[in-house]
């Protein structure tokens, strides 16, 4: 999992809102691939600011949602300590698979807990999103299955 790095005087425990969970894991996506467009072949360059742009979106409307509904959306980290280090092409992938299975955990958290359609609609459309660039990111890795039956859900270990 992609996390802040703490800052003196920084939050304690995270927020328990699905919606602001979203929105973090949103954060912590953008971060990841700022960090690994330096990473990936030439050739998937444009595949990463895409999904950049997406995230940024998603994140865009999460912060909308929680202003409409009376909150303060969150404020990104200055930094974040990703769940592997980035040295290449194929570690670059793997950060990126790790930060679609986070926000997917986000977003099917949220369709749990939802109570009104805008949270539904914002966690349906979050898990299908970052369902697709998983498997798009799957690929990239050679790694099968492809697509999981219940994206977001835990890993049996």
Do not use: K
């Not at 995270?14 to 467009?37: K, Q, S």
């Not at 099917?108 to 109570?115: F, H, S, V």
């Not at 359609?117 to 459309?125: H, K, L, P, Q």
């Amino acid at each position: 999992m992609t996390t802040p790095v703490p800052t003196p005087g920084g939050a304690g425990a995270p927020d328990a809102d699905p919606l602001v969970a979203a929105a973090e894991a949103e954060n912590a996506a953008v971060f990841t691939y700022g960090v690994i467009t330096a990473f990936v072949a030439a050739a998937r360059r444009r595949l990463v600011a895409d999904f950049e742009a997406e995230h940024r979106a998603r994140r865009d409307e999460i912060d909308r949602a929680i202003t409409a509904a009376g909150g303060t959306p969150p404020v990104a980290a200055a930094g974040y300590t990703l769940p592997i280090d980035v040295t290449g092409p194929e570690s670059a992938a793997r950060a990126a698979l790790v930060a679609e299975e986070d926000c997917a955990t986000a977003y099917r958290a949220l369709l749990e807990q939802a109570d009104d359609e805008t949270g539904r609609r914002i966690g349906v459309d979050g898990l299908s999103e970052s369902a697709l660039r998983a498997a798009r990111w799957r690929v990239v890795l050679q790694e099968s299955p492809v697509t999981l039956a219940f994206p977001g859900s835990p890993v049996a270990g």
